[in-house]
C-alpha cells in the first residue's frame, strides 16, 4: 500500500498527462478529486451525453421536485443520483487495467492527508517528549493522605496544557495500573509479593478457597453473601440489627463484611499468609492502606454501603457503627457520647492541626480512630487494620451526608466540651463572596463546601487554642480582646496585609471597618475602645482618626 | 433587624470549647473578624491553586491542599 502510493505519488503528473481509458469525459477532468467530496464533475458532466430529447422524456416527478434547471439535467431522484454516482465510481475504478503500476487509485481524504504529511516531512522533526520530572517524594507514597496531599509542590515547569493535573495528584505516570485494591507501593520499597497477595481483607477470605484477587471477589456479591453465611459466625446477631428495610444481599456485604471479618480474625489471626501481610504492614507502618482504599472501592460497593450505613445512623445512637464496635474493642480512648462517624472527620481535622499538637497538646479525645491509633495497629494486629480499612471508605461520605442532613450535631473538642459545627450557610456565603470579588463567577459544589467548612471548625479550633495560650500568658481567665489583637499582630503573611501590618501602620480596627458590618462593628467599638486608645492611637494614620471617635 | 453575618453564640461555644475559657462580650467579633481574613486569604490561595490545576471553579481538592498553608500563617 505505501509502496504503491509513493509510485502513485511519483507518476502522477504522467498519469495526469495520458488520457483515462474508461473516462468518458474530457481529458481536462480534475481527476484530484475526493470522493467524499460529494458528486464529482465527471457525475454532473455526465447529462451532457444526452440528447435534449431524452433529457425531456425521462420521467420527472415535477417542476417542484426540481430546484435546478432542466437544461442542467442533474439527477434529482435518489436512484439517479445514486446510479450516477456509481457510474462516476465505476469510471475512476481501475477495472482492467487495475494492476498497471503508476495508476491512480480513487482519491481518498487519506490519500490528501498522506500527501500532506509528505510535504511536511522534510522539515518537521519528531517531537521529544519534555522531560518529565516527578515530583520527589519525601516519605513513603504510600502513606500519604489525601488530606495533605503534598501541598509543597515543586513548582514544575509550566506547561502549555495542565497534562500533569489532568489526571489526580499523581498523574497516571507514576501509578501504573494496578489491582484496585492493592496499596500503591513505590517501586523502590521492595513490596515483595504484595502485587499479587491478597491484601488486608484476608479476613473475608481466610478460607482458602476464597483467597483471590480483590477485583474477582468485589464483582461478585452473590458469591460474597455466600461467603458470608458460610462463615460460622452468628448470624442472628447481625440478623438483629438489621432493619429490614435492607436489600438483603447490600446489607450482608455492608454489615456482615465489617464485623464479621473482626471475629473471625480474632479467631485465627495466624492464618497461613499472615507473614506476608506482616512484613508489609510493618513496612509501611503507618496508615499504608488508607487512601488506597478510600479511593479505590468500587461504585457499586460504596453506594449501598453509604445507604447502608446511613440507615445504621437513624436506628439509634445506641447501636453504634459494626466497624466502630469493632475498633472500640481495642482502644479503649473512644468516648461514648461521641458519634462514632466523627472519627474519620477528625482525623482529617488531625493532619492539619500539626500546630496543635505541636503545641503541647498531645491527648486528643475526639480521635480514637486517629494516628495514634493507626500505628498501633500497625503493630499491633492487622484486625484493626482491616476493619479500618473497610471502615474508612464510608467515612468521607457519611460525614458529608450527616453535614447535609443533622448538621447540629455536637463534636467534642480537645478538653472535652462539646461544641457545635460552624453552620455551613455563612461559610457558603462568606466564600461566595470572596469568589465573587475576586471576579469568578463559580459556584461551590457540595464538596468544596464541606471542605470549606471543616476549614472553618480547623481554624476556630485553632484559634480558640492559641486564645486560651494567649490569655494564660497574660494572667488571665476570660480571653479578651486584647489577646486577639495580639494574635492578630502575630499573624505573619496574610500577603495584602504583609505591608501594612508589619509596619504596623494599620490596626485590626480599620480592618474590621472594612470586613465587617456597621453593626457588628458598633458592638465591636463599645468596647475595646480603651484598649485601643492606649496602644493604637498613637500610630493610627489619618483616615482612622475621626472614625475612632 | 437583619439576622447577623454569624451565629455570634455558635461561635462563641465553639471557640470557649476549644479554648476551655470563658470568653468577653465582644471578642468574637473580633474572632470572627479573624476568621473573614483567614477565609478571604484560603480563597484567594484556593483559586489560585485551581487555576494552577486548570479546574473551572473551586474544587474540593484545591481547598485541601491550600488550607494546611494558611491554617498554619494563622498560627498564633
Not at chain 1, 481509458?21 to 458532466?45: C, L, N, W
Not at chain 1, 482504599?293 to 461504585?299: G, V
Not at chain 1, 480592618?511 to 492611637?537: H, I, N, V, W
Not at chain 2, 491553586?49 to 479546574?55: F, H, M
Amino acid at each position: 500500500m505505501l509502496e504503491s502510493a509513493r509510485k502513485k505519488q511519483r507518476l502522477s503528473p504522467e498519469v495526469a498527462a495520458t488520457p483515462n481509458a474508461t473516462d468518458r469525459t474530457e481529458p481536462t477532468t480534475p481527476f484530484r478529486r475526493a470522493i467524499s467530496a460529494g458528486p464529482t464533475p465527471e457525475s454532473r458532466k455526465t447529462p451532457t451525453f444526452r440528447t435534449p430529447g431524452t433529457v425531456a422524456r425521462t420521467p420527472r416527478g415535477g417542476p417542484a421536485t426540481r430546484p435546478i434547471s432542466a437544461r442542467r439535467a442533474v439527477p434529482t431522484t435518489p436512484h439517479a443520483i445514486r446510479a450516477l454516482r456509481e457510474r462516476a465510481n465505476a469510471a475512476r475504478t481501475p477495472g482492467n487495467s487495475r494492476r498497471r503500476s503508476g495508476r491512480v487509485q480513487r482519491e481518498t481524504p487519506r490519500d490528501l492527508l498522506r500527501n500532506l504529511s509528505r510535504a511536511l516531512a522534510q522539515d518537521s522533526r519528531p517531537v521529544e517528549p519534555e522531560p518529565q520530572t516527578l515530583p520527589r517524594r519525601s516519605r513513603h507514597s504510600a502513606l500519604d493522605l489525601p488530606d495533605v496531599a503534598d501541598s509543597p509542590d515543586v513548582a514544575a515547569p509550566r506547561l502549555s496544557m495542565p497534562l500533569e493535573d489532568m489526571y489526580d495528584d499523581d498523574s497516571f505516570h507514576e501509578r501504573p495500573p494496578r489491582q484496585s485494591l492493592l496499596p500503591e507501593l513505590p517501586d523502590d520499597v521492595d513490596g515483595g509479593t504484595v502485587q499479587s497477595l491478597e491484601f488486608g481483607r484476608r479476613a473475608l477470605s481466610e478460607d482458602p478457597r476464597y483467597v483471590r484477587r480483590a477485583s474477582e471477589r468485589f464483582a461478585d456479591f452473590s458469591e460474597l453473601g455466600a461467603v458470608d453465611e458460610e462463615f460460622e459466625i452468628d448470624g442472628t446477631f447481625i440478623n438483629r440489627r438489621r432493619t429490614g428495610a435492607f436489600d438483603p444481599l447490600l446489607d450482608q456485604t455492608i454489615v456482615e463484611e465489617d464485623e464479621d471479618t473482626v471475629e473471625a480474625l480474632t479467631g485465627r489471626r495466624d492464618g497461613p499468609s499472615s507473614d506476608a501481610d506482616l512484613g508489609v504492614f510493618g513496612q509501611g507502618d503507618d496508615d499504608t492502606e488508607e487512601p488506597t482504599f478510600r479511593f479505590h472501592i468500587p461504585e457499586q460497593i460504596r453506594a449501598p454501603i453509604e445507604e447502608g450505613a446511613e440507615e445504621q445512623v437513624e436506628l439509634g445512637d445506641t447501636i453504634t457503627l459494626p466497624d466502630v464496635a469493632g475498633e472500640e474493642e481495642e482502644d479503649l480512648e473512644v468516648d461514648e457520647e461521641t458519634p462514632p462517624l466523627d472519627e474519620p472527620e477528625e482525623t482529617g481535622a488531625l493532619d492539619v492541626n500539626e500546630p496543635t499538637e505541636a503545641f503541647g497538646m498531645t491527648g486528643w479525645e475526639s480521635d480514637p480512630g486517629g494516628d495514634d491509633d493507626l500505628e498501633l495497629a500497625a503493630y499491633r494486629e492487622e484486625e484493626s487494620a482491616l476493619d479500618r480499612s473497610l471502615q474508612v471508605p464510608e467515612a468521607p461520605a457519611l460525614v458529608q451526608k450527616r453535614m447535609a442532613t443533622r448538621r447540629i450535631e455536637l463534636k467534642l473538642s480537645r478538653v472535652g466540651l462539646d461544641y457545635p459545627s460552624f453552620p455551613a450557610a455563612p461559610v457558603k456565603k462568606l466564600a461566595l463572596s470572596f469568589m465573587k470579588s475576586q471576579g469568578s463567577k463559580a459556584q461551590l459544589n457540595k464538596d468544596a463546601l464541606a471542605a470549606l467548612v471543616q476549614t472553618t471548625d480547623d481554624f476556630f479550633e485553632q484559634i480558640g487554642i492559641d486564645l486560651a495560650a494567649y490569655a494564660q500568658h497574660a494572667g488571665r481567665r476570660t480571653i479578651e480582646e486584647s489577646d486577639v489583637l495580639a494574635l492578630m499582630r502575630r499573624y505573619v503573611t496574610f500577603p495584602y496585609l504583609l505591608t501594612r501590618k508589619t509596619s504596623s501602620n494599620t490596626t485590626s480596627f480599620s480592618l474590621a471597618q472594612k470586613m465587617l458590618p456597621r453593626e457588628l462593628l458598633q458592638q465591636l467599638r463599645m468596647e475595646p475602645q480603651p484598649k485601643l486608645k492606649g496602644q493604637k492611637r498613637k500610630r493610627l494614620a489619618t483616615v482612622q482618626e475621626e472614625d475612632d471617635e | 433587624m437583619a439576622q447577623t453575618l454569624y451565629p455570634r453564640g455558635t461561635l462563641k461555644k465553639i471557640v470557649k470549647a476549644h479554648a476551655n475559657r470563658p470568653l468577653s462580650k465582644n471578642v468574637d467579633i473580633l474572632i470572627y473578624l479573624n476568621y473573614v481574613l483567614f477565609m478571604q486569604e484560603l480563597m484567594k490561595e484556593t483559586s489560585i491553586k485551581a487555576k494552577q490545576s486548570g479546574e473551572r471553579g473551586i474544587s474540593a481538592k484545591s481547598i485541601r491542599r491550600v488550607r494546611e498553608g494558611c491554617l498554619r500563617r494563622c498560627k498564633g
